[in-house]
């Protein structure tokens, strides 16, 4: 009952336009004035929505209050099966007569267990809109693809809509740390406030669970990657649990990652390996008490033997033997088990790039049918710009499953736009060549192309306690686009971004227009003033500013200098044959249009090449010329950006145009940064002057490199 009146009572604050503080994300219900909303307006009166299980009352706590609000008009609720004409009804042929009586069973059955259709109907001679699903959270995602339909599209008479989400699993790995911090987290501390749990519940978690479900993301591993073996003590796992009761009406089962040595930590066995019975013993155990609390428990993801995270390896085993252990312990309950396929510990002279695929492809079919093998998008590290990770369709008998990430570690924190579903776009739909042209990342991890049964998708959170969710207004969208390539990995980044601009910031046609230009060119400036050309790992040690002359770290691979390769003879990482060759992890003809200079793309060039200074791009322009122009045409953006912004004050809300107004001037600020520092170090080595179309540094190379971690002039260096 209290879940319902919080979400209540956020919907209806929707209808009384409290300030813009962004807390409201894209489920803004304030009352449309163009002439799309008069047609809503006449053809809904009222909701029926029967059924009094906690998502179907979900349903009618969003639906009410939202129309009410969108519509400038009461809408009367109604759980008996009463129709007139104007009436929406919402439910399942078991919640719903209208519903059953309209004989939708073949319908429903393609759009399976999560899908749902939104149809205008006429039953007993009345003109009604029908949203029908199979399950009640079917019917919940209904209800937010119709706000969605009302918040974006004009009014039809006619509709028509059968939808299906086409990933099995749509997760958002959280990075939360127990103490409330966030690994790589830029919107303030976790969500979760563990340390409250379970006595008091923040009611934002309510607001969480919808958010999500609006977009039908449907899973929330809540713990950090690099986990705290105290996650699995009954004292978190009833934190776990609590929350876990929250989300449950909206569909989002929770998740854990457990640490691989914790049968040592919390038990004090003598081993975690996983042939050890006592072990896998351990697990099971481990296991039924976690499924005691959370019955619908949805598994674990797991990190193992990867940047200091113990794993089946600290015990001469293998990662299948380990993630097959796990597996076995979770199958009993149609759990399953992610297991991260970022792994890389390398020898001297190796190329991380490479690692993981050399590690993992030798256990292709060796995993059980409940793993899944969460691989990053790109072989390195969710750099602005990587080609695709050489997994993705190289592991034919292993089911695969990307993991991307929404929280900018490498594009600017929350202080910089960088809307990524162009960059999720570009990996989607990059060749594989597995079984010929056509072979894509998506066919790959849909399971079209190797007929994967489980299939799945995660992204890394960029969300936190701060008011607004993720820090810059603008990075919403990027939680908002990974949720709905989640459910259609095929939609275009243009489409994704047009629907949240006009769900989230305003209608005006001309300003969504030029949002929506701004947004879909905003990777590629960060790109180009960041690691322009295939660049990768320039940044400094918070993953903030600039670093590539390098920093004191613990292993060589962690060090810009390992990727750039900069010298008198030229820049970049040759990962053909007369370098690494990770390039033959890539099926032909791939392979050999990175491995050939003259054919590989000026975007991934310094990613597989290490290219001579005065080498002749195909702009006619020689490399040391073309860096320069990229990272000046990424700082441009930048103040071009700016200025675009500030002609749309007055069309968004002040609050939130001021607020982006001032993210945008130190966006500027460390273009400019990048670019200095990027271009007066490498010019130690190109002994190049500018080209004239690129704005001269105004300082030195040490003053760049005197500024501290965040670009701030004159502090000590951390
Ligand atoms: C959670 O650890 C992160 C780490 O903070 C990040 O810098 C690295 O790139 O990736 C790791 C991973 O993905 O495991």
Known sequence: MSICFAVLLFAVSGVRAPAEDGYRLWMRYDTLADANAQAWRSSINTVVIPGDSPTMRAILAELVPALSGLLGKSIAASANNTLADGTLVVGTPSTSSAIASLQLRDALAKVGDEGFLIRSEKIDGRSVTVIAASTELG?????FHFLRLVQTQPASGNLNISEKPRFLFRLLNHW???DGSIERGYAGQSLWKWNELPGTIDPRLTDYARASASLGI??????????DAKSLTPEYLRKAAAIADVFRPYGVRVYLVPRFSAPIEIDGL????????KVAAWWKAKTDEIYKLIPDFGGYLVKANSEGQPGPMTYGRTHADGANMLAAAVARYGGIVMWRAFIYDPVPGSDRAAEAYNTLKPFDGKFAPNVILQVKNGPVDF???EPFHPIFGSMPHTQVMPEVQIT?????????IAFLATMWREFLDSDTYAKGPGSTVTRVVDGRLYGQTLTAIAGVANTGDDRNWTGHHLAQANWFAYGRLAWNPDMSAREIADEWTEMTLTHDRKSVDEIVRLLLESREAVVNYEMPLGLAHLMDNPHYGPGPWGYPVARPDWSPVYYHR?????IGFDRTATGTNAVAQYHEPLRSRYADLSTCPDDMLLWFHHVPWTYKMRSGRTLWDELCLRYQRGVDWTGDARKRWDALAGIIDAERHTAVARKLVIQQRDA?????AGLLYFQTFSKQPFPADVDQPTRTLDEVKALDDYGHPQKAKK
């Open 672 to 676: 400019k940064w990048w670019r200095d």
């Open 566 to 570: 900069a010298a008198n003879d030229g």
């Open 218 to 227: 449907n899973g929330a591993v809540l713990n950090n990657v690099n986990a």
């Open 408 to 416: 900018q570690e490498y594009l600017g924190h929350s202080n910089s």
């Open 383 to 385: 750099m602005p710009r």
């Open 270 to 277: 003598e081993t975690a390996d996983p042939l050890d019975p």
């Open 139 to 143: 019917a919940l995602y209904g209800a």
């Open 176 to 178: 939360d740390n127990l």
